[in-house]
């Protein structure tokens, strides 16, 4: 067996196997290309000599041969929320099943998302996923220039050139309103992401709209920047104001977390009861009891898979046109919120907001 230990050792390739096996470098790449032909005691014989010298495939190399990579690349923020390394697990199990692999590529240190795709570009990825980043019109450009199929998950582009995945930001909002004002609030806030993010100006939107339909003024506003400690500094504002609210819908589930730890622990409320506060994802964390967060679900199973199916479709024919899916989810209802006296329903496993026709009157 070669000295594995030994620094200087070249790595082993094909040909080292092929000389040891006794058989030719074509029948080496046969036997470790899926579905090639060769006979058992070839196969025999060439698997011993690559598990004796420790030798692997070079899938780099084959790609280059093969013109073909079977990468994906995945433009995601930070893991820091719960919601993208649930969307990055299905979509690695996803492309798998598929034979793709997945390359990840963190926005974590950038607000812009354009210097981390001058990275992406230089790698023979066949498709790219971006997950709740932009693409600014130069990149869009570029990408129908050379082929790459391109979807937005979790966030949407006004181009109508560019596919795009996200739940129902207009409908989840709106069911949003409707069930705080069926809670008999009327002094309500929004903690917004992002002003840079079309997600978090969708639910605001959308929060506003319903609001002022029912009667009711914009809500407070303050910016949490998606993270729990910009939500805690964003919630601390509102509850120290001269009016403070009596509920809060956060752009999504971290910092709706943030906004219960400091309604409890520093000013004494009890969320459920003296305020309501909501959020948007559906993360697993919002079902803990000690949350027990009342939230707009996120369908990430459906939304991964109808990205899939674009980036697959699009692979498949560059000339398919691009698709802007929104797939719909629903308002789970816990204890962080007041539940109203009608409009909640029992699911087949927890208590869900039944959509109701906006009314012209609180």
Same mark, same amino acid.
């Given at each position: 067996?070669?000295?594995?230990?030994?620094?200087?050792?070249?790595?082993?390739?094909?040909?080292?196997?092929?000389?040891?096996?006794?058989?030719?470098?074509?029948?080496?790449?046969?036997?470790?290309?899926?579905?090639?032909?060769?006979?058992?005691?070839?196969?025999?014989?060439?698997?011993?000599?690559?598990?004796?010298?420790?030798?692997?495939?070079?899938?780099?190399?084959?790609?280059?041969?093969?013109?073909?990579?079977?990468?994906?690349?995945?433009?995601?923020?930070?893991?820091?929320?719960?919601?993208?390394?649930?969307?990055?697990?299905?979509?690695?199990?996803?492309?798998?099943?598929?034979?793709?692999?997945?390359?990840?590529?963190?926005?974590?240190?950038?607000?812009?998302?354009?210097?981390?795709?001058?990275?992406?570009?230089?790698?023979?990825?066949?498709?790219?996923?971006?997950?709740?980043?932009?693409?600014?019109?130069?990149? $869009? %450009?570029?990408?129908?220039?050379? /082929?790459?199929?391109?979807?937005?998950?979790?966030?949407?582009? #006004? *181009? !109508? =050139?560019? &596919?795009?995945?996200?739940?129902?930001?207009?409908?989840?909002?709106?069911?949003? $309103? %409707?069930?705080?004002?069926?809670? /008999?609030?009327?002094?309500?806030?929004?903690?917004?992401?992002? #002003? *840079? !993010? =079309?997600? &978090?100006?969708?639910?605001?939107?959308?929060?506003?709209?319903?609001?002022?339909?029912?009667?009711?003024?914009?809500?407070?506003?303050?910016?949490?920047?998606?993270?729990?400690?910009?939500?805690?500094?964003?919630?601390?504002?509102?509850?120290?104001?001269?009016?403070?609210?009596?509920?809060?819908?956060?752009?999504?589930?971290?910092?709706?977390?943030?906004?219960?730890?400091?309604?409890?622990?520093?000013?004494?409320?009890?969320?459920?009861?003296?305020?309501?506060?909501?959020?948007?994802?559906?993360?697993?964390?919002?079902?803990?009891?000690?949350?027990?967060?009342?939230?707009?679900?996120?369908?990430?199973?459906?939304?991964?898979?109808?990205?899939?199916?674009?980036?697959?479709?699009?692979?498949?024919?560059?000339?398919?046109?691009?698709?802007?899916?929104?797939?719909?989810?629903?308002?789970?209802?816990?204890?962080?919120?007041?539940?109203?006296?009608?409009?909640?329903?029992?699911?087949?496993?927890?208590?869900?907001?039944?959509?109701?026709?906006?009314?012209?009157?609180?």
């Amino acid at each position: 067996m070669a000295d594995s230990n030994d620094p200087l050792r070249h790595p082993v390739t094909a040909h080292d196997v092929a000389k040891m096996a006794g058989v030719s470098q074509s029948a080496v790449s046969r036997t470790f290309t899926k579905g090639a032909s060769v006979s058992p005691k070839t196969r025999q014989k060439v698997e011993a000599a690559a598990a004796t010298l420790g030798y692997r495939p070079n899938q780099w190399a084959r790609s280059l041969i093969k013109r073909r990579s079977n990468l994906i690349g995945v433009v995601a923020p930070s893991m820091e929320n719960p919601f993208y390394s649930a969307v990055l697990e299905a979509l690695s199990a996803a492309f798998e099943d598929l034979g793709y692999r997945v390359l990840l590529f963190s926005t974590a240190n950038h607000e812009d998302s354009d210097p981390v795709l001058e990275e992406v570009l230089g790698y023979r990825v066949e498709a790219l996923v971006l997950v709740s980043a932009s693409l600014s019109s130069r990149f $869009a %450009q570029e990408c129908r220039q050379t /082929g790459l199929p391109v979807v937005l998950l979790n966030r949407r582009n #006004d *181009s !109508s =050139s560019i &596919s795009s995945v996200t739940s129902d930001n207009a409908q989840g909002s709106l069911e949003i $309103a %409707q069930f705080l004002v069926a809670g /008999g609030h009327r002094h309500l806030a929004f903690i917004a992401g992002k #002003d *840079s !993010s =079309s997600t &978090s100006r969708d639910r605001e939107r959308s929060f506003v709209d319903a609001l002022q339909s029912l009667g009711h003024p914009a809500p407070q506003r303050e910016e949490g920047h998606y993270t729990f400690d910009g939500a805690m500094d964003a919630t601390r504002r509102l509850l120290s104001s001269a009016t403070p609210p009596d509920a809060i819908f956060c752009a999504n589930d971290i910092m709706a977390l943030g906004a219960i730890n400091v309604a409890r622990e520093e000013f004494g409320l009890r969320p459920g009861h003296d305020i309501s506060i909501v959020g948007f994802d559906d993360i697993a964390l919002a079902s803990w009891p000690v949350f027990a967060l009342t939230t707009y679900v996120q369908p990430v199973a459906a939304m991964v898979s109808r990205a899939v199916g674009i980036i697959c479709a699009q692979l498949e024919n560059p000339d398919t046109p691009a698709i802007q899916e929104v797939v719909r989810g629903q308002l789970i209802v816990r204890n962080s919120s007041k539940i109203p006296e009608s409009g909640v329903r029992q699911g087949p496993d927890c208590l869900v907001w039944q959509a109701q026709a906006p009314s012209s009157t609180p």
